[in-house]
Structure formats: structure tokens, C-alpha cells
């Protein structure tokens, strides 16, 4: 008895990577055509692109960082300012 295995062809994706590539080549799974892109992000959550250079990843790393920074000193100064309206009122 073979093994039935649902494949999701619409979470899989192409990217090349080398010197010479002919991009215009398309790729298919069960007869379902992959989309080809620039970049892609593996499970880990790195980002690859054609040059294999992080600088996108890196940025996108970076902007999260700093989101996260900026909403723990809002979420700071809003209980510091709590706790000094409560002092002295």
C-alpha cells in the first residue's frame, strides 16, 4: 500500500542561486506551477537572496528589535508615570 502524502504546492516557492541562470525556467509540482522569487525565508527564519548576502535579513532583524524596544519603554514610562501620579496625588 503506498503512502498517501498531501503536498501544499502554494507554500512552495523557487529561488535561484549561481552565476548564468536562465530565470525565465519554470518549475512545477504535480502539475502545478512554482512561483519563482527573488528572496526566500527558511524555517529558521533566515532570509536568503540570489548573492547569498544577509543584508535584508539583517535590517528586517534590526526593525524588529528596535519595534520591540520602543514598545517596552512605551509600556515603562507609562507605569514610571502611573506610579508617580499615584504617589503624589
Not at 10 to 22: E, L, P, S
Not at 42 to 50: H, K, L, M, N, R
Not at 61 to 85: C, D, M, V
Amino acid at each position: 500500500m503506498a503512502a498517501k502524502i498531501k503536498r501544499c504546492t502554494g507554500k512552495c516557492k523557487t529561488v535561484f542561486y549561481g552565476r548564468n541562470i536562465d530565470h525565465g525556467y519554470k518549475y512545477s509540482l504535480h502539475s502545478a506551477e512554482l512561483e519563482n522569487t527573488p528572496t526566500i525565508k527558511d524555517s529558521a527564519g533566515v532570509i536568503f537572496d540570489p548573492e547569498l548576502n544577509f543584508g535584508q535579513h539583517c535590517k528586517e532583524t534590526i526593525n524588529k528589535a528596535w519595534g520591540l524596544l520602543r514598545e517596552t519603554l512605551y509600556i515603562y514610562r507609562r507605569k514610571l508615570l502611573f506610579h508617580f501620579i499615584r504617589l503624589y496625588s
